[in-house]
């Protein structure tokens, strides 16, 4: 690897940190769209940056980097013998879901089954037809198959992951509903629609 490779690498690293700390800010103090797109935005920037400096290899290491990160942000607290810290207004939210389930057992262990149902097994399917779809796409364009394999297995992780926070992150479980609905219409017609 070159110089300039090395540093766009280093650069693609301190992205995806600077995203996972966007994310954890959000999670920290709720009510903050800025960050939780600014985080995406820097965890993909990462993702690309990594993958020109040095392909699937530097997709992987800018991946493993993240993770590590993330490893720290939940473990550094917890080695000091600290929660995680918790806003306020989550300890509110946290009574009043706890208050509901309490008013209606049934309705909320349902709610909880469905809510695990679309962010588990359903987002999964969505990431696996949008990854289907990828690799058709590269197929067109030529790209070997262990290449085009390879990406899109990638892909699918990395779509599950994605899907399934966006699904959590909608309160609303109809809301919720709806868009995993959206989501697999669309997984269907990528990967099913010719090119």
């Known amino acids: 690897m070159t110089a300039f490779e090395w540093s766009l690498l280093a650069s693609a ?14 999670w920290r103090e709720p009510g903050r769209p800025f960050h939780v797109l600014a985080g995406w935005g820097l965890l993909l920037a990462g993702l690309g940056a990594g993958l020109i400096a040095n392909g699937d290899r530097g997709l992987a290491q800018v991946c493993v980097i993240a993770m590590a990160g993330a490893c720290a942000f939940f473990a ?3 080695m000091r013998g600290i929660a995680p810290p918790v806003s306020a207004q ?5 009574a009043a879901d706890a208050s509901a389930a309490r008013r209606s057992p049934l309705l909320a262990a349902l709610s909880g089954v469905w809510t695990f149902l679309l962010s588990g097994p359903v987002a999964g399917i969505i990431a696996l037809l949008a990854s289907a779809g990828l690799f058709k796409a590269l197929r067109a364009a030529s790209v070997s198959i262990a290449t085009a394999g390879a990406s899109a297995i990638i892909a699918a992780v990395m779509l599950w992951a994605l899907v399934s926070t966006l699904l959590l992150i909608e309160p ?3 809301r919720r509903s709806l868009y ?5 219409v669309l997984g269907f017609a990528v990967a099913f629609i010719p090119v």
Do not use: F, K
């Open 90 to 94: 989550r300890v509110r939210e946290g």
């Open 13 to 26: 690293g301190a992205a995806s940190l600077g995203g996972l700390y966007a994310l954890y800010a959000a």
């Open 172 to 174: 609303r479980a109809g």
């Open 76 to 78: 550094v607290p917890m």
């Open 180 to 184: 995993a609905g959206a989501g697999l």
